[in-house]
């Protein structure tokens, strides 16, 4: 419940509300938000955090509920709207335009009159006048395209405050800095405060929390489910309340039965398509017969990883052997190659990598396996053979409905998902990359995901899961891997992992020692 | 001698230039926004029907000229409807709006003229005619400069200088205005303009609209300056050439110029080499000079000499769903 | 506030079947207002063309033969479409093929008997055109030109090379007009009229030839190649999703790459109907926009072959029909089916998703429920 009412709040949401087709991204929401403070917003992925302030900034509009800014009831149709009332946004995906020099993206929708000239003058000298006041130092003809991300971002700091901004909103602005950017980003922060200026940082990193924030809520699950003084809380108790009251998963796990080493990863390094480096020096193996957990928050590196691993992306420094197959950045293994060898990929993002939605489920059942002769009859393939075999995934994982003639697309989230694991166990794998296996699937599917999975390694196979739920981690990894800002940061054994602790790692690799 | 010849190709270069560089200058409007617009072909053919229809049946070219301007930007319009509301392929909406029209003009110029799908032809009085530039007669022996102030640069009809004129009002547009900024902003990273509190959809609008009213100057240009009436398909794929033009000129006003003007020249020399032995290569096939634009901007596109890069948001329709 | 018992998916059958009907009755009622405006009797005009298109056996047959030249383009376009490409260079590779069965008929026509000859200009002209599609695929695939701007290009570039050949290389000695000489009877594809002969049928005449079995074999094998063989899947999942083929193991590039011979192989067959069957000989401007309207066809037929070998029999009878037309309505040409073709791109295609809202509320009210309609993509 919302802490007794306190005079001067900057901004107030009632009761909203907000839900994306089936999906409620928003349940009940109450927030209260003192002027002139830092103010958390913390929570898990998916936890609505980003939709609340897509309301409030005026790109959403709530389904219920109201907002208050300066104690007026305000409506915000649009960003125009939001934007007059005084809020700016630095979205976790910069709006900016590459093309542009620093000082066009600041100018534009804020210009002063149709000639571009007279209004480029004031903003330069705006520009230079915020750069006194807070530190917000970047070269205003740069091109954005060619600066550093800490740069962008302060950009986009710089567009808000041009605009006349008094609430700032930052979408998990570190996810993209290095700890020094992140560093001098809170200094401009509270320098902003100093100002006056309100500020709204939403993030799941518990330090920045401790390190920057007056008061923290806590969002799970599209509501909000605690409201702290951050003076008053540690972050132990924010991890608990973020991830939330644990599941009992009943698993009656074996002990493992390890055997060879399957897969060796040596000082990996992957750049994205942009040549940031995502994921540097990682190096760790897996057995048969164990499963390895790889816990994070999101956007941490382990995407990359698992998709390196799968042959989908290449690799920049290092190398990995899988199954005495050599792989380095100059030799990118195909994930065919890869399937031949049995080592078989859940990706994470099920609709677009694991099937293709218009297909047919009996389609998507053979995708990866168009080419294998099992399913042809002379040169073409054979329908009925896939029908048939579809059929069968269906029933030994009791996809619903059973019928292997329906659009990919029109099953369930955990049918979905039952479906692709069940086409990538049947082909009996050494090795199984996993990513987020039970990702918007019901209870009832996961516990029977869980089980195929726990079976699989009992029977010998490695596995590598990727997941960003802890719970699932810790119910089915025999090791678990702890990724942050693209590092291993730690390795646990499962038996001697907590929840609160591993939550710390993933927040931090430096908070470790102080446990 | 050689240098009157060279002359009157120049010169003849500038009258084929101008529908492509009003095109030209069209399609950069259009496609900074980030629509594709394959449709110049189909606005230029229009437009020059409207103008051509208005001149005859009015005698008056400014009102031939408004008319051809307005069918135009309804025709863009219709394009936008399609693309910007209602997320249809741009190019299939271009192709649809060509084709419709290479098929219309005709149709309704059978009917109303009954001539074969052409216009009866028209008197000076109802034409934009060649206009002499002030001292023109009267620097004309001067060497070299003076046929190519009088037989060059005077004497052409006024729409060919708005053709320049409408270079430096589309370079003065997109770099030097609010409305530019907003424009070369829409067409690279629409989300960013959406949340910096502009509409997208108005803003594309917008773009269309003047790359309609530019394509119908140009239209009125080939009916009703260059020629004396419309006659069937007389665009002749020049609202293509026009769209290799900006594609070559990198989707800048200035660089678009001067490929227009580069093609225009090809095609002058084309005429005049026609069936002329050449020192060395003896004769050069006509057709091989009406095929370079096209070769140079498929040269061009595949980077191997330079590079030409389109307005990144280009093509896709924008929703702020996700 | 709608509660999720209330709301149904549009249907299947009402988006694959009743939608595109709308589509097209959009387009034929603006085309007769087309007809209204310069003055003649819409209704009185569909009669004709009806009557014009397959009133009596030569009309039959010349409507089959414009279907036979749609099929092939039709064809070509909707299997790229499903690679999820757009080529619009139909025209030029259909152009450029019917060089490549010309060159074999002029070299070979005097010495190989027609059951030779016939196939290696059809394989010849397949591979001109396949060439002047891999291009721009290529292109597309390995150094990022935008394929539509290319394949229109490539139009303009095989209009100028043909016409270069025609006028200065190929054209028959003593001859005014730029076309080559006449083929000899072994490089001609024979008439539906011979073939019924054989079998002792009497036909009436009519450009109607053995193109049009080979341009349904086409249908069938391209419906057997896209939804049947291991290829076809692959083309089809670079199509719909560029990560699930990558996830996979396809190599789009490559497919494209395929796809785009394959489509500009189609597209020259186009060249078996007008230069074998009919013109026996290459001349100028054979296309005739043939390959632009296999966009049409193509977009009507919702790029499957059964699609499209229904739609081309909806053009060719649109131009047969079209082309009697003229005849009895003095002021309608055969630009009247250039611009209904125009008409039907624009409402099947660009605002295809147009109606689909207004199909839906209707339905919504006749079922008493509402109907959410699946945004496009």
Known sequence: MPQAPVIDLAIELRGVHKRFGDVHANRDVDLQIRKGSIHGIIGENGAGKSTLMSILYGFYKADAGEVLIDGQVVRLANSRAAIEAGIGMVHQHFMLVDTFSVLENVMLGAEQGMALAPSAAAAREQLQHLADNYQLNVDPDALVGELPVGEQQRTEILKALYRGARVLILDEPTGVLTPQEADQLFRILRALREQGVTILLITHKLREVMDVTDSVSVMRLGEMVAHRETAETSERELAELMVGGSVDLELNKSLPNTGEVLLEVKNLGVRDARGVQVCRQISFNIRAGEIVGVAGVSGNGQSELLEVLAGIEPLSAGSFNVLGQEVDSKYKINPKTLRSLGVNHVPEDRHRLGMVKPFSAAETSILGYHDDPVYRRGPLIDGDKVTAHCQALMNDFDVRPPDPSLRSAAFSGGNQQKLIIAREIEREPKLMLVGQPTRGVDIGAIALIHRRLLALRDAGVGILLVSVELDEILALSDRILVMCGGELVGEVPAGDADKAQLGLMMANAREVENV | ?322 | MSSADNTVHMPTWLRVGVVPLVNLSMALFVSGLIFWIIGENPIEAVRLMIYGAFGYQEAIGYTLFYATNFIFTGLAVAVAFHAGLFNIGGEGQAYVGGLGMALMALAFDDVLPVYLLVPLCLVSGAVFGAAWGAVPGWLQAYRGSHIVITTIMFNFIASALLGYLLVSVLIAPGSMAPETRKFLDSASIPYLYEIAAWFGVELSRSPANGSLFIALICAFGLWLYIWRSPSGYALRTVGFSERAASYSGIDARKVTVITMCLSGGLAAMMGLNEILGTQHRLLLNFTAGYGFTGIAVSLMGRNHPVGIVLASLLFGALYQGGAELAFDMPKVTREMVVAIQGLVILFSGALAYMSEPWVAWVYGKLIGKHVIVEGAV
Not at chain 2, 187 to 202: H, L, M, R, Y
């Open chain 2, 1 to 322: 001698m050689i240098l009157a010849d060279f002359f009157n190709v120049l010169d003849a270069a500038l009258r084929v230039s101008t529908p492509l560089i009003f095109c030209a200058m069209a399609g950069i409007f259009s496609e900074r926004s980030g629509i594709i617009d394959i449709s110049l072909e189909g606005k230029l053919l229009a437009s020059a029907f409207a103008a051509a229809c208005v001149a005859t049946v009015s005698g008056s070219p400014v009102l031939a000229l408004s008319v051809a301007m307005l069918v135009s930007v309804c025709l863009s319009l219709l394009h936008g409807v399609a693309c910007i509301n209602y997320r249809g392929n741009q190019v299939v909406s271009g192709l649809a709006i060509n084709i419709l029209m290479s098929g219309l003009t005709v149709v309704l110029g059978i009917a109303w003229f009954h001539q074969g799908g052409q216009t009866p032809s028209l008197s000076p009085s109802a034409r934009f005619m060649p206009i002499e530039l002030p001292g023109a007669a009267a620097v004309a022996d001067v060497p070299v400069l003076g046929p190519l102030y009088s037989g060059v640069i005077s004497g052409h009809s006024v729409l060919v200088y708005a053709a320049f004129l409408a270079v430096l009002f589309t370079s003065w547009v997109v770099y030097r205005t609010r409305f530019g900024l907003r424009l070369r902003a829409v067409g690279e990273n629409p989300q960013a303009v959406d949340t910096a509190g502009i509409s997208v959809a108005w803003m594309r609008y917008r773009a269309i609209i003047i790359c309609g009213a530019l394509c119908g100057i140009g239209g009125t240009y080939l009916a009703i300056a260059q020629n004396a009436g419309f006659s069937r398909e007389m665009s002749a794929g020049q609202g293509y050439i026009a769209l290799a033009a900006m594609v070559f000129g990198n989707w800048r006003p200035g660089k678009a110029l001067m490929a227009c003007l580069l093609f225009g020249l090809l095609d002058a020399v084309a005429i005049r080499l026609q069936g002329v032995p050449m020192p060395i290569v003896g004769q050069v096939p006509v057709q091989l000079i009406q095929a370079l634009p096209f070769v140079l901007t498929v040269v061009l596109l595949a980077g191997f000499f330079g590079r030409s890069i389109a307005p990144k948001a280009i093509g896709q329709p924008y929703s702020k769903d996700r």
